[in-house]
Every structure is written in C-alpha cells, then in structure tokens.
T-cell receptor
Framework: GAVVSQHPSRVICKSGTSVKIECRSL??????MFWYRQFPKQSLMLMAT?????????EQGVEKDKFLINHASLTLSTLTVTSAHPEDSSFYIC??????????????FGSGTRLTVV | QQPVQSPQAVILREGEDAVINCSSS?????VHWYRQKHGEAPVFLMI?????EQKGHDKISASFNEKKQQSSLYLTASQLSYSGTYFC?????????FGAGTRLTVKP
C-alpha cells in the first residue's frame, strides 16, 4: 500500500521549453504532497508543499513562477518547470503520506524524475 | 530548518556496527529515517514520535531523546544490503526536511 507514481522518470528538454512532472498517489488520497530537488550526492531540498485545492507553499529562494505546482485532485500533483535552463537540471522527487495508515507511517516517495536541460 | 546529520560517510566491514546522528536546534514533532540506494527513491525505515522513544526492527533501530531534539539510528551487524545513503527527516509546521545524509558503505 501507499504507492506514489511519478512520471516521467527521465526527460531531456531544450533550454527555454517547459516540462511537466506528475506525481500520483495510487491507492490513497493525499491532501499534501512535497516536492524536492536533489543534486548528485546531496540531500533532498524541499522546494514546495503542494496542497489540494489551494496554492502551494514555496520555500524561500524557490521561484513560484518558474516552478508551477498544481494539486487539482486528492491524488495528483504536478510540477511544471517553465522556461527551463541548464541550471534547472536535477533530480526532482515528490512524496506523500497516507494519513489513514496512522502516525507511525512515514512518507512514500515517487521514483523521481531526472531532468536534463540542454 | 534542516536537521544536522552526522557523520557524512561511514565505511564498514560486514558485521560491524554504525551509529548515525541527527539533531535539531528545537523540539520536533517527529523524526523519520529513510534509506536511499543510488538512483532510487528514498525508502521509509521508521518514525519516532515520543521523547525517550526507542524502536527498531531486525538489526536497525533508532532512538529519540527526551527533549525531542536528537535522534540516532543504530545499524548492528551490518549486511551488504545496508549500503546506501541514510537521511533523517524532521517534521515541523507540516513540512518535512531532511538532513544532509550519511553515505554508508558496507564491504565484504
């Protein structure tokens, strides 16, 4: 249980284009999803908290107009990297939690998206 | 605020033990531990909620101090499969932040 599906797993795009990454909770509802960015051999840096039916909460230094987050349903959150540049190349990963499982269960992560901007 | 995690890296022989520490400047709601293998998503290991709590399964256990500011992950009699990067995650104000990670390498 508590499966999070993230697509695509890899994407290569040209500089200036936009890329959409989807994160779905397959067997539970997630009112909140987190989006992280991870550079090689580094930690997961929280980018934003995605809230179903309301605006996402962005971390300081994360451009909300560049990283558009939409959480239109209880099972789907999307992250769109707009006007991508090579410095946006990174591993993006989402996570969510099945609150019905109780407080002793942690977060489930999507499999991540490796974005390369050329 | 990110928790402070140490050490950065550990190299062990099979069967040896390791301790990974995670601390925060303020009391936390909870602390989580995750393991990430190269190229994969982090996998949840355990969560601690109460001050003074200790829990574990198999040969991996963790503690949470009374003030809820410090947690340690204990890996005993390590196996090759324990290799990976371990992250502590702390919950505060409905968000989840991770330490810098500890790269654990278990050698035969």
């Amino acid at each position: 249980g508590a499966v999070v599906s993230q697509h695509p797993s890899r994407v290569i795009c040209k500089s200036g284009t936009s890329v959409k990454i989807e994160c779905r909770s397959l067997d539970f509802q997630a009112t909140t999803m987190f989006w992280y960015r991870q550079f090689p051999k580094q930690s997961l840096m929280l980018m934003a908290t995605s809230n179903e039916g309301s605006k996402a909460t962005y971390e300081q230094g994360v451009e909300k107009d560049k990283f558009l987050i939409n959480h239109a349903s209880l099972t789907l959150s999307t992250l769109t990297v707009t006007s991508a540049h090579p410095e946006d190349s990174s591993f993006y990963i989402c996570s969510a939690r099945d609150l019905l499982k109780g407080v002793n269960y942690g977060y489930t992560f999507g499999s991540g998206t490796r974005l390369t901007v050329v | 605020q990110q928790p402070v995690q140490s050490p950065q890296a550990v190299i062990l022989r099979e069967g040896e033990d390791a301790v990974i520490n995670c601390s925060s400047s303020k009391a936390l709601y909870s602390v989580h531990w995750y393991r990430q293998k190269h190229g994969e998503a982090p996998v949840f290991l355990m969560i601690l909620l109460k001050g003074g709590e200790q829990k574990g399964h198999d040969k991996i256990s963790a503690s949470f101090n009374e003030k809820k500011q410090q947690s340690s992950l204990y890996l005993t009699a390590s196996q090759l499969s324990y290799s990976g990067t371990y992250f502590c995650g702390t919950e505060d104000n409905n968000d989840m932040r991770f330490g810098a990670g500890t790269r654990l390498t278990v050698k035969p």
